[in-house]
């Protein structure tokens, strides 16, 4: 059984960072791109960054020079530091894993809060 299990979101001031975690179980998780997405309410979701196997990294321009994505593979788990932090980042937070080479193996976690506000 899959499992993609997002942790550290909350409730932060604008400038303020959080580091977002996903432990991953279930899968061989060397062999997925992972990636962070987010949907605000009301808008549809969005990717924030991703990270290949070969550990190239994509970033939103939104969030470009912010965040930073990093994996470590020997944990099967995925990060999001998140620093100046802005009200427009409060969203959802979601996790997504993709098989890099079945593309039809892609599975998402639960999610987690994300606000910011002062």
């Known amino acids: 059984q899959v499992q993609l299990v997002e942790s550290g979101g909350g409730v932060v001031t604008p400038g303020g960072s959080l580091r977002l975690s996903c432990a991953a179980s279930?899968?061989?998780?060397?062999?997925?791109?992972m990636g962070w997405y987010r949907q605000a309410p009301g808008k549809q979701r969005e990717l924030v960054a991703d990270?290949?196997?070969?550990?190239?990294?994509n970033y939103a321009d939104s969030v470009r020079g912010r965040f930073t994505i990093s994996r470590d593979n020997a944990k099967n788990t995925v990060f999001l530091q998140m620093n100046s932090l802005k009200p427009e980042d409060t969203a959802v937070y979601y996790c997504n894993a993709v098989n890099t080479f079945f593309l039809s193996l892609d599975y998402w976690g639960q999610g987690t809060q994300v606000t910011v506000s002062s």
């Open positions: 279930g899968i061989n998780f060397s062999i997925y791109r």
């Open positions: 990270i290949t196997s070969g550990f190239s990294t």
